[in-house]
């Protein structure tokens, strides 16, 4: 069965770090490029941060540009997602999904088959 499964959630006062990650299993990361997107209520889900498989290529979001990071472990099929310094603004559900064009960092849900059932973060004192 092809899921990813994300974990790492939770409440964090503003100013502070979380660290999400999600694991694939059924496929492999290698075959796909790879994205973290977030949905808050009331809006549209929007990409994050968006890697192609080969690394080439990259999008990070204007809102979190310096502030996330992502990291893809191929060998254990897994992917990560480190924030710092959170804002209230980055409260939302987190999703990693998988896009089956490998050489894309496109910020398109649309393009991407995968998707974790997402993780909530909450960002508040």
């Known amino acids: 069965q092809e899921q990813m499964v994300e974990s790492g959630g939770g409440l964090v006062q503003p100013g502070g770090s979380l660290r999400l990650s999600c694991a694939g299993s059924?496929?492999?990361?290698?075959?796909?490029?790879i994205g973290w997107f977030r949905q808050a209520p009331g809006k549209t889900r929007e990409a994050v941060v968006c890697?192609?498989?080969?690394?080439?290529?990259?999008y990070y979001g204007d809102a979190v540009k310096d502030r996330f990071s992502i990291w893809v472990d191929a060998a254990k099929n897994s992917l990560g997602l480190h924030m710092k310094d959170l804002k209230a603004d980055d409260t939302a559900v987190y999703y990693c999904?998988?896009?089956?064009?490998?050489?894309?960092?496109?910020?398109?849900?649309?393009?991407?088959?995968?998707w974790g059932q997402g993780t909530q973060v909450t960002v508040s004192s």
């Open positions: 999904a998988a896009n089956p064009k490998i050489d894309s960092a496109s910020q398109s849900p649309a393009d991407y088959t995968r």
């Open positions: 890697i192609s498989s080969d690394d080439r290529l990259a």
């Open positions: 059924g496929f492999r990361f290698d075959d796909y490029s």
